[in-house]
């Protein structure tokens, strides 16, 4: 595709029930990043994929969070046992190849509300 | 600590008007810096970005920003704003010791009168 994409768009959840969130970078791209935006705040780096290396975790705020990434394609954010300050805009963004001159180019987001 | 400050939470300017978005950053050393726009329902879009060089930046939709060094600022302008410029604008950073994470201000919504 053009650009980045993700699904859901929108998705509402109970609280303590799990939530997947997918991503689809642009093709050819090999670093994919999740970031997660709270409601009027800026954008808070969750995690990072980078080809074949191991993945940065540093950002992910609890266990209950994971994401998963297969080669240089799909990634998924799962999030186990919500809770309401879960409650934000999920952003996915990809770039060719990782480094700091790289652009970011972002998808459209999902925006999680858990009840 | 690290931090990228925002200070104007809402700006509001009449369309035709010239625009300043503030950003200031506060890291050991210069890092490489960003300004991103979102419109209601859509993903960020990358204006411009400052690596070294020339400190005046040109970006797309008409945007320039300055880097000052002795500030440690980023201030994007636009000499003449459109109706479609309203948006929420963040300025954000990759540290000098960091090779991809970029680290956010809170924002700047910019509202544009008629």
């Known amino acids: 595709g053009a650009g980045v994409s993700q699904s859901p768009s929108n998705k509402v959840t109970e609280k303590g029930k799990d939530v997947e969130l997918r991503c689809d970078p642009i093709s050819g791209h090999t670093a994919l990043y999740w970031y997660r935006q709270r409601l009027g705040q800026g954008l808070e780096f969750l995690i990072y994929?980078?080809?074949?290396?191991?993945?940065?975790k540093s950002g992910l705020p609890s266990d209950r969070f994971s994401a998963e990434r297969t080669g240089e394609s799909v990634s998924t954010l799962t999030i186990q046992r919500t809770q309401q300050e879960d409650s934000a805009v999920y952003l996915c963004?990809?770039?060719?190849?990782?480094?700091?001159?790289?652009?970011?180019?972002f998808g459209p987001g999902t925006r999680l509300t858990v009840l | 600590a690290q931090s990228v400050t925002q200070p104007d939470i809402h700006i509001t300017v009449s369309e035709g008007a010239s625009l300043e978005l503030r950003c200031n950053y506060s890291y050991g050393a210069t890092p490489y810096l960003f300004w991103y726009v979102q419109s209601p329902g859509q993903g960020l879009q990358l204006l411009l970005k400052?690596?070294?060089?020339?400190?005046l930046v040109q970006g797309i939709k008409g945007f320039e920003a300055e880097f000052k060094r002795s500030q440690s600022s980023f201030n994007l302008r636009k000499p003449s704003v459109h109706w479609s410029d309203a948006a929420e604008y963040f300025c954000a950073v990759v540290p000098w010791d960091s090779s991809y994470k970029l680290i956010f201000g809170s924002g700047t919504r910019l509202l544009v009168r008629p």
């Open positions: 963004a990809s770039s060719s190849h990782g480094g700091r001159e790289d652009t970011q180019y």
């Open positions: 400052y690596f070294s060089g020339d400190t």
């Open positions: 994929f980078q080809g074949n290396s191991a993945p940065d």
